[in-house]
């Protein structure tokens, strides 16, 4: 079913099912406090008191809550907010809340207050539950929130994290979004396969894995990459997907072959 941009406060999109569990999006936050650590303690200029906005928490606000004790370990005193579009969870969030953490009701129009601006936008498995005709007015929805220079990451994860992916998009002075990356992780646990990879894409991704799309090739040369590199694995799992990813770089694509990223089992994949 899809969804209207609108100018009122009435929250735009739909209800998701709101199910996680405990820890699912932590790989996720480790990512973004190795990724970019002065996103989350600069507070020069409009990034002072800015936000951290978890977009659609699910039926309790664990995620909001884990998410503040990793990222204040960082900056004590980032503002964090936690949205979501069933009015229920809101209320059952609000014991939770305190002077830096909040919860409110809304959707991709984001439901700030008078002065507040958004340094990061983190949402994870919102997107999937929506048509991909959805995706790109969600994103416009959501651009003017987010500070230039300030940053989204939006993609979906296995129902206890193990596996994820997601668009990296990065706030611009217009108001629109540059996209920066598409990010895969893994913590090895599952060994590694490239094909998982397929089912977890971001929305704008997932039904276009066919032959004549650019991230159907990406995908065939990562398997052919992987494939190619077997040999690497008597090393260990780690071993191997980072010797893969060399390869896949070798073949053109602009892959990050940095230690910390490819030992912990993160590909980023630079758009």
């Given at each position: 079913?899809?969804?209207?941009?609108?100018?009122?406060?009435k929250?735009?999109?739909?209800p998701t099912?709101?199910?996680?569990?405990?820890?699912?999006?932590?790989r996720v936050?480790?990512?973004?406090?190795?990724?970019?650590?002065?996103?989350?303690?600069?507070?020069d200029g409009?990034?002072?008191d800015?936000?951290f906005?978890?977009?659609?928490?699910?039926?309790?606000?664990?995620?909001?809550?884990?998410?503040?004790?990793?990222f204040r370990?960082?900056?004590?005193?980032?503002?964090?907010?936690?949205?979501?579009?069933?009015?229920d969870r809101?209320?059952?969030?609000?014991p939770?809340?305190d002077?830096?953490?909040?919860?409110?009701?809304?959707g991709f129009?984001?439901?700030?207050?008078a002065?507040?601006?958004?340094?990061?936008?983190?949402?994870f498995?919102?997107?999937?539950?929506?048509?991909?005709?959805?995706?790109?007015?969600?994103y416009?929805?959501?651009?003017?929130?987010v500070?230039?220079?300030?940053?989204?990451?939006?993609?979906?994860?296995?129902?206890?994290?193990q596996l994820?992916?997601?668009n990296?998009?990065?706030?611009?002075?217009a108001g629109?979004?540059?996209f920066?990356?598409?990010?895969?992780?893994t913590?090895?646990?599952?060994?590694f396969?490239?094909?998982?990879?397929?089912t977890?894409?971001?929305?704008?991704?997932?039904?276009?894995?066919?032959a004549g799309?650019?991230?159907?090739a990406?995908?065939?040369a990562?398997?052919?990459?992987?494939?190619?590199?077997?040999?690497?694995?008597?090393?260990?799992?780690?071993q191997?997907?980072?010797?893969?990813?060399?390869?896949l770089?070798?073949?053109?694509?602009?892959?990050?072959?940095?230690?910390?990223?490819?030992?912990?089992?993160?590909?980023?994949?630079?758009?």
């Amino acid at each position: 079913m899809p969804y209207l941009r609108s100018s009122s406060k009435k929250p735009v999109g739909l209800p998701t099912r709101g199910k996680t569990a405990s820890n699912r999006l932590r790989r996720v936050d480790n990512f973004v406090l190795l990724y970019e650590p002065s996103l989350l303690t600069r507070t020069d200029g409009l990034f002072a008191d800015s936000l951290f906005v978890d977009l659609g928490y699910g039926f309790d606000p664990r995620t909001t809550l884990e998410s503040a004790s990793r990222f204040r370990k960082a900056n004590p005193n980032l503002p964090i907010l936690g949205v979501e579009i069933d009015k229920d969870r809101v209320e059952a969030a609000q014991p939770f809340a305190d002077e830096r953490t909040f919860f409110r009701l809304g959707g991709f129009n984001l439901p700030l207050q008078a002065g507040e601006r958004v340094r990061l936008i983190r949402a994870f498995n919102v997107l999937r539950q929506y048509e991909e005709q959805d995706f790109a007015p969600a994103y416009e929805t959501l651009a003017p929130y987010v500070l230039p220079g300030g940053l989204m990451i939006e993609g979906t994860s296995t129902p206890f994290g193990q596996l994820w992916s997601a668009n990296l998009a990065r706030g611009t002075e217009a108001g629109t979004w540059d996209f920066e990356a598409l990010v895969f992780s893994t913590n090895f646990r599952t060994g590694f396969n490239v094909e998982e990879f397929q089912t977890i894409l971001p929305k704008n991704h997932i039904h276009h894995v066919v032959a004549g799309e650019p991230i159907h090739a990406f995908f065939e040369a990562w398997k052919r990459a992987a494939a190619e590199n077997i040999g690497a694995k008597v090393y260990g799992v780690r071993q191997w997907f980072s010797a893969a990813a060399e390869s896949l770089s070798a073949r053109g694509y602009k892959i990050d072959l940095h230690r910390k990223w490819l030992s912990k089992g993160w590909l980023i994949w630079y758009l």
